[in-house]
């Protein structure tokens, strides 16, 4: 066994980390300034450009991507920089090219995409041209069981006519997200796990309708786009457009979710330390009662109790990233299904306590805190409330093989 | 022992439930369109006027206040209709001219006001005439030890002038805010608790300004007023301003403490009722996996411990009461505490339950639920974060007589 | 509402308290002494029978028992004795003759028996005479579903005839236990809660075989008459044995759980009380890093949270026992289940803290708290696991008619 | 980074978990037999004699010492080694002489004996011939604090004398434990972690008195020799006793912790390990209310955190273990106080509810559950109360260097 990381991971590490504290930690203010002078715009503002600018010039671009395209990362390689990006969750995984959903359409376009696909699509998110967003969740059905989707993609001719209503498409309320990648059913009729399709559909085909931005607690996260209603009216697009094949939609989300995963909750952990660090200046710097905090029993339980959190989860993470290395993410379910569930509820909780140490600043916009918060209670939703997963990792774990 | 109210009381209880049903629930929506249509309004918007005139028409007016200026009801008694009130927190309190700090500033003219202050503020305030904001926190001191107020209150001939910083002065962003009690200190040598006072500041006293409103999860609370940041640079007001006296600022704080405590668990436990009614109806009609979330082991148990947590908080809360209408708020200390401590952490569990049921669609603005647990957030940081609290009571248990 | 007792209460009260402090508690130690003094013994030891001589003699003497029998309180003017018992669970209950099974056995007799059964059996045992079990639980099915149990009760001529194998027959050891209460099938055919017969089994009975005794986390639970499992061997009895008739053993089962929650509740209660009594003495006298840990803050959260855990948990079960006097058991059944999910579970947590505080002291039998744990910790099993309930109550609460 | 085990530490795991489940599981019914034949009797039985010869023959033995004495194995090998034995942890441990406190024992003489303690103490302990016990913990002081430690050794020429009063002496009832290590106060006039020193108190030695056998919930551990309370009246040894060197004990005790601390977090993770596999096994095979349990969700729930807790702990001890490896005790202080705290606490959680599952036979000693509950529990305390080390690991938290 060997905890550490190699030297290129340990030297990535150094310079992602130099870059979040250096430029996007401080870049937070100048964003809050620039989205209160700009109410309505959900393009990007001008200071997420300047720092996507540098970062590419320092050569911290696409370090999500596996092979050639990309930084040539393994997931245990990749998992300690998203961390370091979730210290400053608005502002440094896009500077990077590496925020959600783009890492994951990319991803797909990488492993499913045609070339064609690719030259059109693939690369100019590559290039940072252009953003996209991905259009699963539907306002009327549970998806978190995939069977219930509504949206139907038919084929006509040369065609595929989309008709269905998506919501939460993270991003879409960016007009610069110019493309959607959309799940939908091709065959009702298939067995379970073959009836879904993915297809790209660019944003200005006609019959894509933006309904509205939806808000994730009071928050309309403008700043990477927001997430959008959206209706697919009878949008027809050529059958060049469906990803890898019929019925391979199911697979597609499924080999999707790995990575993203890992990203998810290296950034929650990277947000975790975050928090601890504002906490322990507080606690250091605030007298209450005649001591400071920081010599207040529960404020040393709270640290501590967060520090065990954050020390055991990460490196669940990490094996889990080491398993999908090495053996492949089938073979890692029970680790992605774990963290999936282990990793946004303990974040949460080291971010309600350190929103208790804040008091009512915490819940404030003058700490990250209350909006870090809104982030990972959401990620216990996102892709299936974490008691679908709770329940299916206690299924396999009730049959598995033991001597 | 006696556990059931009495029939005034549950009169009142029938009455105010179908209000809150019929009128407030209803114009909830309608709320939510009247402020998407008018940014940057902060006065009452037009629905919250019809209800209130509807409120009054009906008798449903200052229900919380004892004594013959109000309703004349216990603690005991206004309590289950405060919970009432929590169903629809936005629109219900005030539509009853029930809502914080509202109350706490009534309660405050009417046990310690002069005839003249009577006249001149709480007599408006009942008629609901002008609105009311209550100025204690600071930004820059751990206000839940009250020795750390910052803002000084000099004596100047016949006038006071008050200098010091105040935030989350809840409601003070409403222009019809006309009047602003606040907390300062008045002699930093007096003992420990006679130290402060509490002083009447109009509004559009020169001096006065405010700074900024302040968010809480990302909700700027329009609906009643926002938080607001205001500084208080060289305020000068007439002697006849002050409250009570010289070194009455703590020990009037903890009289107001001890109704507005009872009233905001109630709200919250009310909220909670809410959001059981809200999952009830979701996990019958929603099916998941081939069934109804409400055929799912985790959703019972979810159900029956919101049901445990709510039936026996409800209890404490209006032991509590019936302690302050029984022996006083004084010999009422240990109850007032637990209740502070145990109901605000347990309707935030039960929203985040909720909202973990609904989905994407329960943190966003298409139920109630998230802006419902900020509000219970908060509250466990109101008057003091919970561990402060939570000491204290461990404390004075430690030294309790036993047998 | 009326949260006080009444006067007749306040006296029992008072003196069931004294006689615990002052006799008790203090022949705790003598018990002790006289147990391990004869190993293999599992009749009272003698300290037993002299509190049950005294407390006799001061007329605190089958005070469970409602009507002209027993003492004549209600369920909720019990509950507060069956509090104070709880704080010396080994001698308290047993010396007022209201120890667990008897008294659940006294009250099927009372409220079911025939006069003959009456006559032979229920005068003797509130004469403190005899004692006796209740023969339920089974080894190999899971009996909190009561058509699981495969004991069968089978009609021959003027004789039935009982045949099965029982467990957890609480005070079977004790050989001075004389009857039986077994529940057995009589109907495999009837509808699912008619399938129950009980029938009185005198202990001398042939056929009838004592196998062992059962631990409970390494205690035998000697001093009152430990659990036994039990063999019935074509056990032959009267006909006139059966209680009620054919198929109501279910009833009689549902209608005897009520007070007995009520009465394990109450006296969890009184062992967390007494916990807590135990916490402040040691807390005060005992010093660690140089200050008392009564001024170590986990140590007063600890002892607050449990207060606040006691003083609402207190009120859900006197408000269920109030229900039970006034609207019946069956409209009380979602508070029945309440408390007995809450309570034990609370007053294990509040005894594992008390534990904690006393260090290796805490584990051992030096103090009453790891035993007092592994009767709280079992009774979170007795009559059905926990989840049971949990989930009963959920499914209950889900289809509740609301507003 | 590299998650897996070297070559020969998944050998060993394949031989010891081989034994474990074909030998030692197998006899853990033969011992209570022979414990319950047996009563009083405190050495061992005569199966654990024919366990421990058949591990010696296989070579399967002193696998915890690290160097030329033991197996050579560092902390990160011989920790999957020690999981294994927690799965029958009243008699793998001791089949493979890697029993506490003899382990401790052993690598406080290998590190700091002298050639003559080591050839009269070690090697006898190393063969398997002689017992031992560590004395350190005392019932009139919080020990936690080693400066409370009231014990004297006090030189007297070539002799040291001792006096004082031990208790929790594991294994001390064994009168096969021929050698005690003992802590006491040499200068209470030192620096605080230099008052205490070490020596080796022969059982023999005049003065030496066994009071007691303490027990622990219900349990005496008799089946590895119990937990004794000593007296140490005017003990005198040869200094030539004495480990290390006056005021040497602090460090010692520090030094003997880490791997003491690898060693309990590896087998409380093994009884969590077999707790589970009886738990799906019961599972699997128990129907209630229709269905197995396996299929019922709350089951579920439990098994999925509890594998969840299992897989991230395991990797949090392994972790320590490797940075005791490559970095030392001392900089591995933080993962040691971690592990202190989250492991045994977690696996009492997990036992809890496997105990839940199992219902009534959980908490009896047909199944091991209860047994090893109170092992896990006692483990919260051993060495310290997991608070005193929660409050240090967050005062440390609080002061660490930041970027």
């Given at each position: 066994m060997e905890f550490s990381h190699d030297q290129r991971t340990l030297d990535l590490i150094d310079r992602v980390e130099a870059f979040v504290h250096e430029r996007a930690i401080l870049a937070e203010r100048v964003l809050d300034e620039q989205l209160a002078a700009t109410p309505g715009e959900w393009s990007f503002r001008p200071v997420v450009g300047e720092l996507r600018d540098a970062a590419r010039a320092e050569g911290l671009w696409n370090l999500f991507l596996p092979g050639e395209r990309g930084a040539g990362l393994t997931n245990v390689q990749y998992a300690p920089l998203a961390e370091r990006t979730g210290w400053s969750p608005r502002l440094a995984p896009v500077a990077f090219n590496c925020a959600a959903p783009d890492t994951g359409n990319m991803e797909v376009l990488a492993d499913f995409g045609t070339p064609d696909q690719q030259a059109e699509w693939l690369e100019p998110l590559l290039a940072g041209d252009i953003r996209s967003s991905f259009c699963?969740?539907?306002?009327?059905?549970?998806?978190?069981?995939?069977?219930?989707?509504?949206?139907r993609i038919r084929r006509d001719g040369d065609s595929y006519v989309i008709t269905g209503r998506k919501w939460?498409?993270?991003?879409?309320?960016?007009?610069?997200?110019?493309i959607f990648i959309v799940m939908g059913q091709t065959d009702p009729d298939a067995e379970r796990h073959r009836q879904q399709s993915m297809i790209l559909v660019p944003r200005d085909t006609p019959g894509v309708r933006i309904i509205r931005p939806l808000t994730v607690f009071g928050y309309d996260d403008r700043d990477h786009g927001g997430h959008a209603e959206i209706a697919f009216d009878d949008v027809r697009v050529p059958a060049?457009?469906?990803?890898?094949?019929?019925?391979e939609g199911f697979a597609i989300a499924q080999a999707r979710l790995g990575p993203g995963r890992i990203h998810h909750c290296m950034r929650a952990i990277g947000m975790a330390e975050r928090a601890l660090s504002l906490v322990q200046e507080r606690a250091n710097a605030r007298v209450a009662f005649g001591r400071p905090l920081a010599e207040q029993g529960v404020v040393r339980e709270w640290v501590a109790e967060s520090r065990i959190q954050v020390e055991s989860l990460r490196l669940l993470v990490l094996k889990t990233a080491w398993l999908m290395d090495t053996v492949g993410n089938r073979r890692a379910m029970t680790e992605i299904q774990a963290i999936k569930i282990a990793v946004p509820r303990a974040v949460q909780q080291i971010l309600d306590r350190a929103i208790q140490l804040f008091g009512a600043a915490g819940v404030s916009g003058d700490q990250p805190l209350a909006e870090m918060f809104a982030g990972a209670r959401s990620l216990r939703l996102a892709d299936g409330p974490d008691e679908v997963h709770l329940n299916a990792l206690g299924r396999a774990e009730l049959k598995a093989p033991r001597r």
């Open positions: 699963m969740t539907e306002p009327d059905v549970a998806s978190s069981d995939a069977t219930n989707i509504a949206t939460w498409s993270t991003g879409a309320m960016n007009p610069d997200a110019a060049a457009n469906l990803i890898a094949g019929e019925g």
